[in-house]
């Protein structure tokens, strides 16, 4: 028979990471509803404003844009939000990564740099 096999270390983490997307996944305004729901046509106005409306009064909002976020999911509406209100998001984060002081004295470093 032999030993049970233990999962490598990137396994146990798929596991739990799997289960923690599982635990919010299961508390969300629109579980159990068709996901095409929030998968609407482009240009149906009536179709995204229905989806919108059901993430109103999800209680997971948060983690719902988290994900939505970190997988990078470029159409269907996620928090309440359409795939170009995402995108809006990512960029402003982008910004807001090259406003901060240390990447603001790193590329002055360089420039004064490349002055001398």
Not at 2 to 11: A, D, I, N
Not at 83 to 92: L, T, V
Request: glycine residues 6%; negative net charge; charged residues 30%.
């Amino acid at each position: 028979m032999g030993l049970p096999q233990v999962p490598e270390e990137e396994e146990t983490v798929d596991v739990f990471s799997s289960w923690l997307a599982a635990s919010w996944r299961a508390r969300t305004a629109c579980s159990g509803m068709d996901p095409d729901l929030f998968f609407p046509e482009r240009g149906d106005v009536l179709g995204v404003a229905r989806a919108k409306a059901i993430c109103l009064g999800c209680p997971v909002t948060a983690e719902c844009l988290r994900y939505a976020l970190e997988a990078k999911e470029k159409q269907g509406i996620w928090d309440g939000l359409s795939g170009q209100e995402r995108r809006a998001i990512r960029s402003a984060r982008r910004v807001d990564r090259h406003d901060t002081p240390s990447c603001q004295m790193s590329l002055a470093s360089e420039a004064s740099e490349q002055t001398v």
